[in-house]
């Protein structure tokens, strides 16, 4: 229950908020396996997602079967919410990028009228909208990553933003090489080779998705 309240959409509500919501039969807990389908392209929901455990993969696939991933989702991240809340046709598939435990809300209907006078509304409204505000900053990162047509400059953007927002010059990133790829709007084997080039000229070093970044300036500089 206490690791529920830390997440960003329940914050600032109380065990009696959360235990009102499940008499309301509005949340529960589901396990995925590993590239199972959560929420699918075209479906409509009520319910947005929370990650307790695992990750979880927002992909596109258009009618040629190209896959783009658009981000990753870790644990304590949403998904889901803005679709939850518009009853609109889900556009995104949302897969299991690994075994995963889930808390699904049925948002939509705890945003009804008939709770405005219950305080825990306000405080929903207030979390959606930080969220939303989080979500946009996310999108506009993808689309600086994608901005440029060379490999590298795609990678350096990238990854220096994960170092600016980890405050480090060495971490893990959230995907592998191929979902890297996906994400960068990269073919897999254009991107190892600029990474390759980029660690034989000392920019970086690197095994699997850990990453080290040589650079004489600390991350928020």
Not at 44 to 53: A, F, K, N, P, W
Not at 88 to 101: H, K, R, T
Request: with cysteine; proline share 3%; aromatic share 8%.
């Amino acid at each position: 229950m206490e690791n529920h309240l830390k997440n960003p959409v329940l914050k600032g509500l109380t065990p009696d908020d959360i235990q009102q919501f499940r008499q309301y039969c509005c949340m529960r807990e589901k396990q995925y396996k590993k590239d199972e389908v959560i929420f699918r392209a075209g479906d409509r929901t009520e319910e947005l997602g929370i990650v307790l455990e695992g990750d979880v993969l927002i992909e596109n696939i258009d009618l040629w079967d190209n896959m783009t991933i658009l981000s990753s989702i870790g644990t304590g991240g949403v998904f889901a919410e803005t679709y939850a809340l518009l009853d609109e046709p889900l556009q995104v598939d949302a897969v299991a990028g690994s075994d995963c435990s889930i808390l699904l809300i049925r948002i939509r209907y705890l945003m009804q009228p008939q709770f405005a006078a219950s305080p825990w509304q306000h405080t929903l409204f207030q979390n959606m909208l930080a969220i939303a505000n989080y979500k946009n900053l996310t999108l506009s990162r993808r689309i600086f990553c994608t901005a440029s047509k060379r490999v590298r400059d795609r990678l350096l953007t990238y990854l220096s933003g994960i170092a600016i927002e980890t405050g480090r010059t060495e971490f893990d990133i959230p995907f592998n090489r191929q979902q890297l790829a996906d994400y960068l709007n990269l073919d897999r084997s254009a991107l190892s080779r600029e990474l390759c080039l980029m660690r034989d000229e000392g920019l970086l070093s690197f095994h699997k998705n850990h990453f080290r970044l040589a650079n004489n300036k600390t991350p928020h500089q």
